[in-house]
Nanobody, 115 residues
Framework: QVQLVESGGGLVQPGGSLRLSCAASGTIFRLYTMDWYRQAPGKQREMVAAITMSGSTNYVDSVKGRFTISRDNAKNTVFLQMNSLKPEDTAVYYC?????????WGQGTQVTVSS
């Protein structure tokens, strides 16, 4: 059974930075694309960033140039570095992996951008 545990959320002022981490267990981490999603109040969950097993990355347009996804296969961990944060980035951020058409999600970590 895959387990994903996020950490690193919190309250930050506009323009600030946060680094989210997602520790994975129960799978051969390095073989799979890992994603970060977010869900703001009253909105649908959206994919923010993804990183393939080879390290190729993809981002939603609204975070390009501000967020960076990376992975450490030796530590079974994926990161999301978030810079120049905006109030509209406020959401619960979730780590995700799809294995054999089965989705696994972490419990989520709250990111609040406010002055």
């Amino acid at each position: 059974q895959v387990q994903l545990v996020e950490s690193g959320g919190g309250l930050v002022q506009p323009g600030g930075s946060l680094r989210l981490s997602c520790a994975a267990s129960g799978t051969i981490f390095r073989l799979y694309t890992m994603d970060w999603y977010r869900q703001a109040p009253g909105k649908q969950r959206e994919m923010v960033a993804a990183i393939t097993m080879s390290g190729s990355t993809n981002y939603v347009d609204s975070v390009k140039g501000r967020f960076t996804i990376s992975r450490d296969n030796a530590k079974n961990t994926v990161f999301l570095q978030m810079n120049s944060l905006k109030p509209e980035d406020t959401a619960v951020y979730y780590c995700h992996v799809r294995i054999m058409s089965r989705d696994s999600w972490g419990q989520g970590t709250q990111v609040t951008v406010s002055s």
